[in-house]
Each structure stands twice: as C-alpha cells, then as structure tokens.
C-alpha cells in the first residue's frame, strides 16, 4: 500500500515507467497463448477464487502492477475462452487479431467519439464504415449508420425511426408530443422475434401488447400467408437468423407486401445479416435492401470485439430527428459527422476503430471466407453428431447454428450438464417446439475442423455417461 497523498505523482511515476502496462501486455499475451487449448468455461477453482475480490472499498491506493497481476491471477482463469475454437454458446463471435489489436491502440487514444472536434480519426472512420457497410449489405444510397453497443440498442434506434416517420406523416411530433393521444402505431412482429426486439417495443412505449404476432413454420421463418393486412401506420419487424435455427425470413415476399402498403421494415439481423457478405450464401438475404432500417453487430459473425453493434437506417432525416429532440441534427454534416448525433448515447469509445480494423483486414473475400468457413463447420457438426446413436439434428443448417435433439428433456439436460462440466467445449441450453435441446453457434474464426471433432466426441462421451449413470441408478 502506498500510504501517499500525492496520488497524481504516482499516476505520472506509472505513465513514464510504463511498468503496469508492459505488466498487462505480457500478462494479456500470456493469455492468449493459452486461449485455444484451455478449458473452455473456468474450473472450480477459478470460480471459488473470484472470493478474492471480496473486500472493502480500499483506504489507500494500491500500486498499479499489483492491480494488474490481481487481476490476471484470479480474472484471467475465471473467464470462459470466447477467443477460442471451441465455445459455441449463445450466438458470441470471438475477435480478429487485427480487430483486437487495433482496440489495443485506440484504448491508448481515448478518445470521446461524440463529435467530430473531439475526435477527427474516429469520424472519419465512422464515415467510411457506413459506406463499406452500404456495399456489403447491398443497401440504398441513402442509408446512415449509427455505432451502437449492440443490436439491442440498434433495434431500438430502427424502431425510433419509423415510430417518428409515421406519426410525422400523421403531422403528430412524437419528440415533443409524445405517445399520449398520439395516433396508434401497429407492430406486426414473428412469433420467433427475437426478445432484444420486444425489449426495444416496451422502451418506446408502444406496449409488448400491440404486437401483432404471425405464426412461423418449423424452422421459425415467417409464413408470408399469414401477415395480416400491412397498412402506412405499421411497422413490420423481420428477422435474418432465428437464434436456434438460424433460418432468414423470406423476405423478398414479405418486403414486396410491406412495400405495397407503405409499411415500414426493421430487420434485426443481429448475426444473419453478414450472410450478405458471402459469396455462397448471399441468398439467404436476398430483399433486405427493401427494408427501412437494418440492425447488426460487429461482435457476433463479423468477430470484432465485444460492445460493436450497427443501426443503419434508409430514412436519414427520420433517424436523425428520432434520436435528436432538439432538431441539431440539422449540422449533421457529411465533412464533420458528429457521431452523436447518430447514437442514443452521447459520449461514446471509439469501437469504430476495431470495426474498420477488422473489415480492413478481412476485405470482401477474407469476409466471405471466414462466413462460409462458420457454415462448413457448422455441417461438419451436423454430420458427425448426427451419425451419433440418440442425437438427432432438428434444424436445418442453413447458416452458423446447429440445434441438437436427444430422446428426452432428461437425457438432454444431463447431456449438457454433463458436456458442460467436461469443459472441452461449451454449448447451452435452448427450447424448441417444447422440447429441450442444445443449441451451437458457429460463431468464431478460431473453429477448426479439429475443434468439431473434438466437440462432437465431447457430445459422444457425455451422452454415454448421462445413459450408463441412469442405468446404474434404475439397477
Ligand atoms: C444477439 C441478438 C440480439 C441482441 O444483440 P446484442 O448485441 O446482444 O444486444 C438481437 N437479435 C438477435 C437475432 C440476436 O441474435
């Protein structure tokens, strides 16, 4: 402990020796050499060690090198190793090394990305991602970008938009006027709308309840047959990647539909929507450029590091009035982009900068190969767990997740539990048509084929385990 109240001393002793963040960068290397072959989730010991943080708010301070090897020590064993090639979890992409060497810079940097005069790197780039991101996705000229945490906010941010479009069209000011009196919005939503969506929905105070639901074939896709009547107070909410089945609604029918009866169009494309950016599987987003606005991360598919999400909006005007109730969105300028102004937060870090990083590195064709390598691997695991005796694959893989079935809830718990604790890979829990089920995502540039090999006979052995242990028990 440094008993010392010049604390500002210390601060300048550790900037010009550089000592904690020599310690940091030897400890973070540390860390990624044994990211891959690690146990995926922390032991138990890790887990009983986080105690180690328990304490009372510090007195005096503590030197930085001692803050940075408490937290290598005890943190560094208690993370589950996303970066690796074997964690399948939720949809959680792991990060490029050049996206992740870049945030290393920009953390150096700083910087307050809320406007231009704080921060011209960060504007620029922000200008030329939302180009590069137009192309990729095939999107109208139009079309701006806002650099959000994630796609829960870029959801919200679409759907600000066309709340305020289609009051204004009704010469109602949502911004000053309010929901109050206002006339009805109608949300039409699939039953499998993914529940990022419907939190969007209650924060801008529609109401969960409006939500008009329309029934979804067995794969989670939107039965076109089934929209109700769309009309020019509506907005219909698509989805590219169902989060279990990973299947695309069918969009070009349904834009077509919403078109014709000038409804406004949100796609959450929260992983699916890279599926553009692939050579061989482009078509699962044919008719997205129909829609009004588009919400995607960086952190997922594109495998930038985590906090990386994208609102991009056709509606310029509409999207910038929406999230400005001041109307200073009128100095948005293409020159100077305040990207404030594009965002529901004002300061911001600057996650652009992996963002570009990692699209820089990977190119169109670098992009499209690390897509397509997510899907082979993908049907690799189809193949070699559907060739197990009591796993069956109950989707059908047309993107990055696997949905894996066994013959009952109980052996599928057990299995997982039991998959789980064996720590070679990782993978949770879902429920599908009632049943439970495991749920992979293919999600990480760092999966090998190896990796799946070795993940599926993880799947083997547990499930032998799960049905010898119930055997014994019954005996
Ligand atoms: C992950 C996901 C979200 C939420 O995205 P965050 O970046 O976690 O906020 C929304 N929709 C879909 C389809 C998703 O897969």
């Known amino acids: 402990m440094t008993k010392n109240n010049s604390i500002q001393a210390t601060m300048f002793r550790d900037l010009e020796s550089k000592s904690a963040y020599e310690l ?14 690690r146990n995926v989730f922390p ?11 328990e304490e009372k708010l510090p007195e005096w301070s503590t ?3 001692e803050v940075i090897r408490l937290l290598h020590v005890y943190g560094s064993p208690a993370t589950v190793s996303q970066i690796g090639g074997r964690y399948f979890g939720f949809v959680d992409g792991s990060a490029v090394p050049a996206g992740m060497a870049a945030k290393l810079l920009a953390t150096f940097w700083d910087q307050n990305t809320a406007m231009h005069v704080m921060s011209p790197i960060s504007s620029k780039l922000e200008c030329i991602v939302e180009n590069w991101l137009k192309e990729l996705f095939n999107l109208p000229q139009s079309t701006v970008a806002g650099f959000v945490s994630g796609t829960s906010p870029a959801n ?3 759907l600000a938009a066309a709340r305020w479009r289609i009051l204004k069209r009704l010469n109602w000011d949502v911004n000053e006027r309010g929901l109050r009196n206002a006339p009805a919005i109608r949300i039409v939503a699939g039953r499998h709308a993914h529940s990022a969506v419907v939190k969007a929905v209650g924060l801008l105070g529609f109401g969960k309840d409006i939500i008009e639901w329309v029934n979804t074939d067995d794969q989670g896709r939107m039965i076109p047959e089934k929209l109700p009547a769309l009309d020019d107070r509506t907005i219909l909410i698509l989805q590219a990647g169902e989060v279990n089945t990973g299947a695309f609604d069918p969009f070009p029918q349904l834009c077509e539909k919403a078109k014709a009866a000038n409804a406004w169009v949100h796609i959450d494309g929260a992983f699916g929507l890279w599926a553009a950016a692939s050579d061989t599987l482009n078509h699962l987003t044919k008719g997205i450029e129909l829609a009004d606005s588009w919400a995607v ?12 999400g994208i609102a991009l909006c056709k509606d310029k005007e509409a999207y910038l009035a929406a999230l400005q109730i001041s109307g200073s969105y009128l100095a948005a300028s293409d020159e100077a982009r305040d990207g404030m102004l594009f965002t ?28 397509d390598g997510m899907h082979d691997r993908a049907l690799q695991f189809e193949r070699e767990l559907g060739s197990i005796n009591g796993i069956r694959i109950i989707n059908e893989v047309v993107f990055n997740q696997v949905l894996v079935g066994f013959d009952s809830d109980e ?21 599908w048509d009632g049943k439970r089920t495991i749920r992979i995502s293919v999600c990480s540039w760092a999966t090998t ?9 993880s799947f083997e052995r547990a499930l032998r385990e799960t049905l010898e242990s119930s055997l014994s028990m019954r005996n």
């Open 24 to 37: 940091a960068k030897t400890c973070g290397f540390h860390y990624l050499d044994h990211a891959l072959e």
């Open 43 to 53: 032991t138990d010991k890790a887990m009983e060690d986080l105690a180690k943080f």
């Open 63 to 65: 030197p930085a090198k």
């Open 156 to 158: 919200f941010c679409g």
């Open 297 to 308: 991360d960086g952190h997922k598919t594109l495998n930038t590091p985590y906090d990386c």
């Open 344 to 371: 529901p937060e004002a300061s911001r870090r600057s996650r652009i900068v992996e963002l570009w990083a990692t699209l820089k590195f990977l190119g169109k064709k670098g992009l499209s190969q690390m897509i």
């Open 411 to 431: 052996i599928t718990q057990n299995t997982l539990k039991r998959i789980q604790e064996l720590r070679e890979c990782w993978v949770g829990g879902s429920v």
């Open 449 to 457: 084929p190896d990796d799946i090999t070795r993940s599926a006979k």
